[in-house]
């Protein structure tokens, strides 16, 4: 057996990196491509390595050197025309090597487990083409498998139709070919194809003319959980350093990119909230077919969209101002009030964060569970008064939850001492007898006009991607002032069309609440038999937990992430929490709820 890498492109999507060096001496968290790969490739007792080199090619012989001469048998051919072929002429100028072992093929830009090596060389079919189920974030040729993982047809980038990813699978890049396959199906094709069309073309282009002329000797081996990925730009490095950091790097480099872990497809995240049930397909139905127009089209400014948001939460257009997600709507509001703020401490750190510390005023419950009431607020603050109360209800991380007619007590109490009173209800959906307890209702409002009402729509409503937050007050002169803080365009097409049909769906979103709070029942029920787990009361769509020895939040995170692929939110930094042990577990499906809980039983 012997291995031919691909090491001759340019790489030019990867700018400065390549400027002076070839694709494959890009270093992912301190390493570079060709180290790792070769280093990966030193147990298999290969016969040979060839290299094809072009760019930069004397620089990469000089940089691996001899250092490997012990342990890798290293060949070199050049392709001096690197930049005015492709792959395929890189390939056909080591057709002789590849004709005469049993061959893995490799491209240089790949970083993957060495497990890949064991899984192709550990099955018995002699010429393999490792795939990879489609998923979004994958670019170039993808193939198409029947049920016994023959390729039926490689599928080249003209001709890719996303309404067809869901039979798609991407070539991973990594081949084993035969001998025999090379010399009597492999090279003649790819000589008659090189002839036929040019050097300007793919390799993949002559496996594509094999499997439709003939019963293809070349099969799929779909990989599984093996970690992959294919590094063309600054963005794949970006997300390929994640991928393979190692433990507490990874787990910091996750956190830092605040979301976006869509990227991360295989990746399971309970650390950002949304409902679980909601939007309908219906709905999303609806959005899908007016894509191309959204897209396509200005949104309307803020009259229209305040007049929508209105429509949608029953409130009048004059007393609400919607918001690109709701901390455009925090940093407005936070900046229209002075004096002294009031928190309670755990809580969500985003608006105190917008004040100087020593313009915070911070009451910290004593209980163990942190819970508290509006007697509790209202004892503290009458000794230690502010100018500007904020309370979360239901609360973050903690989920304590102050009944309706507790906040309204407590409205009426700020509004007598000329406090002015920020709920955030963001959560309030999730709530037993959540259709009663909002406080957007137009006559709430007006008995409490300095209070304002903060609303997430990312949260209940399950669409954090279309960034969407609303406030709303009686006291018009602070909403007009929050207007002509956000831009005039600071809603996009898609999130103005959701709240124009909203109300058509909302049968379907009380019935998606319903569900949720049925499976945050069930998963309660399942969490508290983790013996390392103290489950928190909540009334939100989260559990804040207690972090039991010999664990430490930290530890568990860390393992649940390395071990699993799933992301929790250590909550151990929080100020509030003085390094305790506590982790903030979301309320996802239940088929999501049961995989984190086999992971967590797995560590017991």
């Not at 080249?156 to 396959?181: G, L």
């Not at 007697?375 to 239901?394: G, Q, S």
């Not at 898609?494 to 709240?499: D, G, H, L, Q, S």
Request: charged share 25%; glycine share 4%; proline share 4%.
């Amino acid at each position: 057996m012997q291995a031919i890498i691909l090491a001759a492109g340019m790489g030019r999507r990867l700018g400065e990196l390549t400027r002076n060096n070839t694709k494959c001496m890009v270093r992912v968290n301190g390493v570079a491509l060709i180290d790792r790969l070769l280093n990966q490739l030193v147990p298999l007792n290969l016969r040979r390595v060839v290299i094809v080199v072009g760019y930069e090619g004397q620089k990469l012989r000089d940089y691996i050197g001899t250092r490997y001469d012990d342990r890798l048998h290293i060949e070199y051919v050049n392709n001096p025309v690197y930049d005015k072929t492709n792959n395929i002429y890189s390939l056909a100028l080591a057709k002789e090597q590849l004709q005469e072992d049993d061959t893995l093929l490799i491209e240089s830009d790949l970083i993957f487990d060495a497990a890949m090596f064991d899984l192709i060389l550990s099955n018995p079919c002699p010429n393999l083409a490792l795939v990879a189920k489609y998923q979004t974030w994958m670019d170039g040729t993808m193939v198409c498998i029947d049920d016994d993982n023959n390729i039926v047809n490689f599928v080249p980038k003209k001709a890719f139709n996303y309404q067809e990813t869901h039979r798609y699978y991407k070539t991973v890049n990594i081949y084993k070919f035969s001998r025999e396959f090379a010399r009597h199906k492999y090279v003649p094709f790819l000589e008659a194809y090189s002839k036929a069309l040019g050097n300007n073309e793919y390799y993949e282009q002559v496996l594509r003319v094999i499997t439709f002329l003939d019963k293809s000797e070349l099969k799929a081996l779909p990989i599984t959980t093996e970690k992959w990925y294919e590094i063309d730009d600054i963005q794949d490095l970006d997300i390929a350093t994640t991928l393979f950091a190692e433990d507490d790097e990874q787990l910091r480099l996750y956190m830092r990119r605040y979301g976006g872990y869509w990227r991360f497809p295989d990746m399971l995240d309970y650390c950002y909230l949304v409902n679980p049930y909601f939007p309908s397909e219906r709905m999303r139905d609806e959005m899908r077919a007016n894509f191309d127009t959204l897209l396509t089209e200005y949104p309307s400014g803020m009259y229209v969209n305040a007049l929508l948001a209105g429509k949608c939460w029953g409130i009048r257009q004059e007393y609400v101002v919607p918001g690109n997600g709701a901390a455009e709507l925090i940093k407005s509001i936070m900046e229209h009030t002075t004096g002294r703020l009031g928190v309670t401490c755990p809580t969500f750190e985003e608006y105190p964060n917008r004040r100087q510390p020593d313009s915070v005023e911070v009451f910290r419950p004593h209980g163990a569970d942190f819970a508290y009431t509006a007697d509790d607020l209202m004892a503290f603050f009458a000794e230690h008064p502010v100018d500007t109360l904020l309370i979360v209800n239901p609360d973050n991380p903690s989920g304590n939850f102050i009944p309706l007619s507790d906040v309204c007590r407590l409205a009426q109490w700020c509004a007598e001492r000329g406090v002015r009173l920020i709920v955030d209800e963001s959560f309030v959906d999730f709530s037993d007898g959540y259709a009663e307890n909002t406080l957007l209702r137009n006559d709430l409002l007006e008995a409490y006009p300095t209070m304002v009402v903060m609303k997430s729509i990312s949260k209940s409503y399950g669409v954090p991607g279309l960034r969407l937050g609303i406030m709303a007050s009686a006291d018009t002169d602070l909403i007009a002032k929050a207007k002509k803080d956000v831009a005039i365009w600071n809603i996009n097409s898609f999130a103005e069309f959701y709240m124009q049909i909203f109300n058509k769906y909302e049968a379907d979103y009380r019935i998606a609440c319903e569900k949720f709070l049925v499976e945050r029942r069930r998963f309660a029920a399942a969490l508290a038999l983790v013996p390392y787990l103290r489950l928190i009361p909540t009334q939100a769509n989260y559990f804040l937990c207690e972090v039991l020895p010999p664990f430490t939040s930290h530890g568990l995170v860390a393992t649940m992430l390395k071990r699993h692929n799933i992301l929790l939110k250590d909550c151990s930094g929080k100020r509030a929490f003085d390094g305790r042990n506590y982790v903030r577990i979301a309320i996802r499906n239940h088929h999501d709820n049961d995989r984190l809980l086999r992971a967590l039983l797995a560590e017991v």
